[in-house]
């Protein structure tokens, strides 16, 4: 018997002897003579632990009863607990895995569901999915979570960290129709196969379906009843063998938890409220030592208080691939009718958002699919193309109806069969759904059916196993609807047929209620209920209801649904009554924002379309009335017009801007300049910015009237903000105490890339607190602080950060009273800096004694691309420095030395560093006298130089002798496509000299030659010129007394030479 104990418990000695034990076991007979060294030492080669244990093992089976009895004696006295482990515990959780594998093991395949094997990683529910419908949820948040960690599938009950200890309480949230139970059949069923999660000992998957059947349970009966061959409960509340509970859609439990008001409990075996039991089992009160993951929709697992929440994550919906492949199995038949679905989705940016969820999906790809299939050989006017909910559903009912599903071939069935059978089917589930839906009931048991009088005959029809689905449980069935959005459709179509003859109030189910006549009555009733909802529970079903009232659904639906044409007779004052709740005094709720959708469903677009259009002009000013404001909000969620960038500015006013906060929250490119916003309007935004779902990344205030409060506002938002990236503020009165605080919140901000402050009078305070946040700050890329008075003062602090600080790549400070002291400061710290790749210097007061220090820079660094140093005092001694710099710089592609008194030495030296520099593409020289010398200069350089592509020479004194020096550089180089000559004197002989060049030239893109006295004789040249060269796609000639009637000979002499090219005369 002996050893048919060690035959009986080999495979569970070698899944739970230790290295350890082993090593005492061996000992231990070794000890008792029953175990030779040469026997220990084979056992212990063995390639592995469970090797070496089925090694030693083998080695006692042939020593007689003794040896067997020796060990077992020897385990059960030395550690009891692997004993009961070995002999019970193992054995019983191989029969409940062997039952699990029955029902989950061959279930799903991986390949099709790829993105559930990483869920998105969150740190706890949002606002809007605490209270908003799912659907609201996703057009609100454009189906986007600001989120950027996720977590694998396998690691899901792990650790996050070596520090960290395994969460207790896991919660995984999704939308209806994302995916969460086939998410639990698919760890079940990996996990039943040894893939994933090996140190869990036993997972017991139960759903709230199943819960919702009992009344009272204690913990020990909820295994026992639930997981017959869990035989010794025990183990799972002492620890004894590691445990996942698994509660799968928490949305359908019938009872809220009530975490305040429960009555703490814990005995295992004592029988409690089977809410009371979820929720002492969620506390720990009970199987303490077991782990518990939650499925839920997120308004449901808001329930549960976040403190008790270790771990929680979302399911995503569909990326673009796996959309279409989604679209490609639904269609396996008929890719090309796939690849014409997924057209229509992608068109409909709503509806591709809501795609994303494949329950949604389905009903979407299946409703297009039927539409397209039955609209080729139609009148255009009797196929519209679905845009909205209500038309989208009208066709899955209509297919539905006709049983013409996308996987088989039409039912046949006689036309007035089917309408009849409909009806009858139609009118029991509508029942169902409608009064399930406002006592927020989504699974059915058999006692249902009885109370709505459904007979469950009708139920094996093929048109009502397709609406609701039916889930054969221990001890009862369960039925639901295959899609929370089936359930309101149908609720909606209930509705508005028992609301044509109700005569009391329909939300009442048992008629005590004031009468209540007239579908109009009835329809006003079920708006005012949803508006007055917080949770959105009837918004989608209002939708619905309005839409039933289309001219389109009307059609799709009447013979089957519906009366012909009888919406006629409701839907004005409908349409009336829906604007009537717009005049909201400019409070804007969700709600009301479900109203204008109610006005999109019934196919009334005029307010949005008004709105819309102002949008797109720029002319909302003025205009945005409370309803236009509801539209306005709606548009902001859905329209094309707001996908790049919302522009807000210049209309909008504080009440405004207050009642549109839930929709901005949302736009990822936002413009409010203009507004004349003051400080309190900042203490709004700030308070947006600080919310965590907030996905705003570029905000543009710029031109309002913010002060440092406003500023202060904004900046304790971006301590806490994690989405924004560009900041724009230009154009206010922010100060320096408000740079201060925008600087503290550098200090701290990990995410901000750019910051805009031109014109804010922020002083050399303000820069020097900006200066210090970039000694820590590494994310920040761009700072604009032209026109802020910051001084040598506020430079040198500046520069000091720019020797530590090399993330900085873009600094403007344009116009900020610079000298000397200040550049030499900046320019040395340029020689070491290695992240800077645009300085704007132009505007200041850089004498030519500061030439010689930026030319010291520029022959050190090697990262700065671009440097304005415009409008400064450089002239010849300034600019000879920096010319003989260029000689050795090898980086800089663009400078900018417009209005800087230069002459023919300065130009003279940079055309000598042109003919040996190979970086420098752009280089502006307007308005220096630099005269025709210092041209006949740059041409010589322009023959040999290969990467010059832009030259700038407006206002520069050249007359006939230059441009002929030009001209003839152009024939030869082929690098140069921008050359502006604007203001020059090139004369008519000039001009002759550039159309010969013209001729020849292939590189030239765009050419001014405006106010350069040409006359008529020059411009005509210029433009017979353009015959034979096929480069120039712009050419200016204003200013050069042609008159109109040249204007137009050169304009069609152009046209007719080179007719791609823009001319301007």
């Known amino acids: 018997m002996e050893e048919a104990w060690i035959s009986r418990y080999q495979r569970q000695l070698m899944r739970s002897i230790s290295p350890q034990f082993l090593e005492e076991i061996i000992g231990y007979l070794q000890g008792l003579d029953l175990l030779t060294a040469e026997e220990a030492g084979r056992a212990q080669k063995a390639s592995s632990l469970p090797e070496q244990v089925r090694a030693m093992v083998d080695i006692l089976a042939g020593k007689g009863s003794h040896a067997s009895q020796s060990l077992q004696s020897f385990i059960e006295t030395t550690n009891s607990q692997l004993y009961l482990h070995i002999t019970v515990y193992e054995p019983m959780v191989q029969k409940h895995l062997e039952s699990l594998q029955s029902f989950y093991g061959n279930s799903l395949e991986i390949g099709s569901l790829q993105r559930l094997t990483n869920l998105l990683l969150v740190e706890g529910l949002t606002d809007i999915q605490q209270k908003e419908h799912d659907i609201l949820q996703m057009e609100t948040t454009k189906g986007v979570r600001s989120v950027s960690k996720s977590i694998p599938l396998e690691k899901l009950f792990l650790p996050l960290s070596k520090v960290s200890i395994p969460p207790r309480i896991s919660v995984t949230m999704g939308v209806a129709g994302i995916g969460k139970s086939t998410l639990v059949k698919l760890f079940v069923g990996r996990w039943t196969k040894g893939l994933i999660n090996r140190d869990i000992m036993l997972v017991l998957p139960l759903t709230f379906r199943e819960l919702n059947t009992y009344e009272k349970l204690s913990a020990e009966r909820l295994i026992r009843s639930s997981f017959p061959h869990i035989t010794e409960p025990s183990c799972i509340s002492t620890g004894a063998a590691r445990t996942l509970l698994i509660l799968d859609g928490l949305d359908e439990f019938k009872t809220p938890l009530d975490f305040s008001n429960t009555v703490a409990c814990t005995d295992p075996k004592k029988e409690i409220q089977v809410d009371n039991l979820i929720t002492n089992i969620i506390r720990g009160n009970l199987l303490q030592e077991a782990s518990v993951w939650v499925t839920s929709r997120p308004a449901a697992a808001s329930q549960i208080p976040g403190g008790l929440?270790?771990?929680?994550?979302?399911?995503?919906?569909?990326?673009?691939?796996?959309?279409?492949?989604?679209?490609?199995?639904?269609?396996?038949?008929?890719?090309?009718?796939?690849?014409?679905?997924?057209?229509?989705?992608?068109?409909?940016?709503?509806?591709?958002?809501?795609?994303?969820?494949?329950?949604?999906?389905?009903?979407?790809?299946?409703?297009?699919?039927?539409?397209?299939?039955?609209?080729?050989?139609?009148?255009?006017?009797?196929?519209?193309?679905?845009?909205?909910?209500?038309?989208?559903?009208?066709?899955?009912?209509?297919?539905?109806?006709?049983?013409?599903?996308?996987?088989?071939?039409?039912?046949?069935l006689r036309i007035e069969q089917a309408v009849n059978n409909s009806k009858k089917v139609m009118g029991s589930l509508g029942r169902l759904a409608f009064y399930g839906l406002l006592k927020r009931k989504h699974v059915f048991y058999e006692q249902d059916m009885k109370t709505y009088g459904i007979d469950l005959s009708l139920l094996q029809s093929s048109l009502c196993s397709r609406l609701l689905l039916k889930e054969d449980m221990q001890s009862s069935t369960a039925y639901y609807f295959s899609h929370l959005t089936i359930q309101e459709f149908l609720a909606a179509i209930y509705y508005y047929t028992a609301a044509k003859r109700a005569i009391f109030d329909l939300f009442t189910e048992s008629g005590m209620s004031w009468p209540?006549?007239?579908?109009?009555?009835?329809?006003?009733?079920?708006?005012?209920?949803?508006?007055?909802?917080?949770?959105?529970?009837?918004?989608?079903?209002?939708?619905?209801?309005?839409?039933?009232?289309?001219?389109?659904?009307?059609?799709?639906?009447?013979?089957?649904?519906?009366?012909?044409?009888?919406?006629?007779?409701?839907?004005?004052?409908?349409?009336?009554?829906?604007?009537?709740?717009?005049?909201?005094?400019?409070?804007?709720?969700?709600?009301?924002?479900?109203?204008?959708?109610?006005?999109?469903?019934?196919?009334?677009?005029?307010?949005?379309?008004?709105?819309?259009?102002?949008?797109?002009?720029?002319?909302?000013?003025?205009?945005?009335?409370?309803?236009?404001?509801?539209?306005?909000?709606?548009?902001?969620?859905?329209?094309?017009?707001?996908?790049?960038?919302?522009?807000?500015?210049?209309?909008?006013?504080?009440?405004?801007?207050?009642?549109?906060?839930?929709?901005?929250?949302?736009?990822?490119?936002?413009?409010?300049?203009?507004?004349?916003?003051?400080?309190?309007?900042?203490?709004?935004?700030?308070?947006?910015?600080?919310?965590?779902?907030?996905?705003?990344?570029?905000?543009?205030?710029?031109?309002?009237?913010?002060?440092?409060?406003?500023?202060?506002?904004?900046?304790?938002?971006?301590?806490?903000n994690r989405s924004l990236t560009a900041l724009d503020l230009r154009s206010n009165s922010i100060g320096p105490s408000g740079a201060k605080a925008l600087a503290d919140a550098l200090k701290k901000n990990q995410v901000l890339l750019s910051l805009n402050l031109q014109h804010n009078v922020i002083k050399e305070e303000g820069a020097t607190a900006l200066a210090e946040a970039l000694l820590t700050n590494r994310r920040l890329i761009t700072l604009q602080l032209s026109s802020n008075s910051v001084g040598d003062n506020g430079s040198v602090a500046l520069a000091e950060a720019l020797k530590v600080n090399h993330s900085l790549q873009s600094l403007d400070l344009q116009s900020n009273s610079i000298s000397n002291s200040g550049v030499s400061a900046l320019t040395a710290a340029l020689c070491s800096n290695r992240g800077l790749i645009n300085l704007n210097l132009r505007e200041n007061s850089i004498s030519k004694e500061g030439g010689p220090a930026i030319a010291s820079a520029l022959c050190t660094n090697s990262t700065l691309r671009k440097l304005d140093l415009a409008a400064n005092l450089l002239h010849d001694e300034g600019g000879k420095a920096i010319a003989l710099a260029m000689k050795e710089n090898c980086a800089l592609t663009s400078l900018h030395l417009q209005w800087n008194f230069i002459q023919t030495q300065a130009a003279a030296a940079l055309a000598q560093a042109l003919q040996s520099n190979s970086s420098l593409a752009s280089l502006d020289l307007q308005e220096n006298a630099i005269g025709d010398e210092g041209m006949a200069a740059l041409a010589a350089a322009l023959k040999v130089n290969t990467t010059l592509a832009d030259l700038h020479l407006q206002v520069a004194s050249i007359g006939t002798a230059g441009a002929q020096a030009l001209a003839e550089a152009l024939t030869v180089n082929s690098s140069l496509q921008v050359l502006d000559l604007r203001g020059n004197s090139i004369g008519v002989a000039g001009a002759k000299a550039m159309a010969n060049a013209l001729k020849v030239n292939r590189s030239l893109r765009w050419?001014?030659?405006?106010?350069?006295?040409?006359?008529?004789?020059?411009?005509?040249?210029?433009?017979?010129?353009?015959?034979?060269?096929?480069?120039?796609?712009?050419?200016?000639?204003?200013?050069?007394?042609?008159?109109?009637?040249?204007?137009?000979?050169?304009?069609?002499?152009?046209?007719?030479?080179?007719?791609?090219?823009?001319?301007?005369v």
């Not at 929680?312 to 639904?330: H, P, S, V, Y």
């Not at 038949?333 to 796939?338: E, V």
């Not at 210049?650 to 400080?679: A, E, M, V």
Request: proline share 2%; net charge neutral.
């Open 309 to 412: 929440v270790d771990r929680m994550t979302e399911i995503r919906g569909f990326r673009a691939a796996e959309m279409k492949d989604f679209l490609d199995q639904m269609f396996f038949d008929n890719r090309d009718l796939s690849s014409q679905v997924l057209h229509h989705i992608k068109a409909n940016r709503s509806f591709h958002i809501m795609c994303a969820v494949p329950g949604f999906c389905r009903i979407y790809g299946s409703s297009i699919g039927y539409y397209l299939k039955n609209s080729t050989g139609q009148p255009q006017e009797m196929t519209v193309v679905p845009k909205t909910l209500s038309e989208i559903y009208s066709y899955y009912f209509k297919m539905a109806l006709s049983g013409d599903w996308p996987e088989r071939q039409r039912e046949t």
């Open 516 to 720: 209540k006549l007239g579908f109009l009555n009835h329809f006003k009733s079920a708006i005012q209920r949803s508006l007055q909802a917080e949770d959105g529970q009837l918004d989608i079903f209002v939708r619905f209801l309005s839409g039933l009232l289309s001219p389109q659904v009307n059609q799709l639906l009447s013979g089957w649904l519906l009366v012909k044409d009888e919406h006629n007779s409701f839907r004005s004052q409908a349409i009336s009554f829906l604007q009537g709740c717009l005049n909201t005094n400019y409070v804007i709720s969700s709600q009301t924002v479900n109203t204008v959708h109610c006005l999109h469903e019934i196919q009334h677009p005029e307010i949005t379309k008004t709105v819309e259009e102002a949008m797109k002009n720029e002319s909302l000013a003025g205009m945005l009335t409370p309803v236009n404001c509801s539209a306005l909000a709606y548009l902001l969620q859905v329209s094309d017009a707001c996908l790049e960038e919302t522009n807000l500015s210049n209309c909008l006013t504080y009440n405004i801007c207050k009642s549109l906060l839930p929709q901005l929250l949302f736009c990822h490119s936002l413009r409010l300049d203009n507004n004349q916003f003051k400080d309190n309007v900042m203490e709004l935004l700030g308070s947006v910015l600080s919310v965590k779902d907030c996905q705003i990344q570029r905000l543009s205030l710029a031109e309002n009237q913010i002060s440092n409060k406003g500023a202060k506002a904004l900046a304790r938002s971006l301590m806490v």
């Open 1007 to 1064: 050419l001014n030659l405006q106010e350069n006295s040409l006359g008529m004789d020059g411009a005509i040249c210029i433009a017979t010129a353009l015959r034979g060269n096929h480069g120039l796609s712009y050419v200016n000639l204003q200013g050069n007394r042609i008159g109109q009637s040249g204007a137009k000979v050169i304009s069609d002499a152009i046209r007719t030479n080179s007719p791609d090219c823009v001319v301007v």
